[in-house]
């Protein structure tokens, strides 16, 4: 519903989008960090995108959802993984959102922007030592 930059993580949504159009490219590279718990009845995780050194993306609440099922979490309290990483780029994405949280981030008022798709199968990793970024 948002462009990267007006959700959780604060970014340069503009800027994002040009970094997605001249650098990020298919089978490119990207590791999810955590950067969120939303603690409700159900705890949502949500998880920010890195490529190279920089922030791309963000996951979705129906991401954070299905991925907290699979991992049986229950309580507030649950211990989440700090990063995915063995995630690729498929492509880039044309999105179609909510004209005026497009407007507010300075990409106009059309509901239109890009997102990157991401696949593959995520490693788990629970340690500070074992999330750190490699590139």
């Given at each position: 519903m948002r462009p990267f930059g007006g959700g959780i993580v604060d970014a340069d949504?503009?800027?994002?989008?040009?970094?997605?159009?001249?650098s990020v490219r298919r089978g490119d590279c990207i590791q999810l960090e955590l950067v969120h718990v939303r603690d409700s009845e159900?705890?949502?995780?949500?998880?920010?995108?890195?490529?190279?050194?920089?922030?791309?993306?963000?996951?979705?609440?129906d991401f954070g959802r299905a991925?907290?099922?699979?991992?049986?979490?229950?309580t507030a309290?649950?211990?989440w993984p700090l990063s995915l990483k063995g995630v690729s780029v498929?492509?880039?994405?044309?999105?179609?959102?909510?004209?005026?949280?497009?407007?507010?981030?300075?990409?106009?008022?059309?509901?239109?922007w890009l997102r990157p798709r991401l696949l593959?199968?995520?490693?788990?990793h629970w340690n500070q030592e074992d999330s750190q970024v490699v590139d």
């Open positions: 949504a503009v800027a994002t989008q040009d970094y997605l159009t001249g159900e705890p949502i995780p949500f998880y920010a995108a890195r490529h190279g050194s920089r922030l791309i993306a963000e996951t979705t609440e991925f907290a099922r699979r991992l049986g979490a229950k309290g649950q211990r498929d492509g880039l994405e044309t999105v179609l959102g909510l004209p005026s949280a497009g407007s507010s981030c300075g990409l106009g008022a059309t509901g239109l593959g199968l995520a490693d788990l």
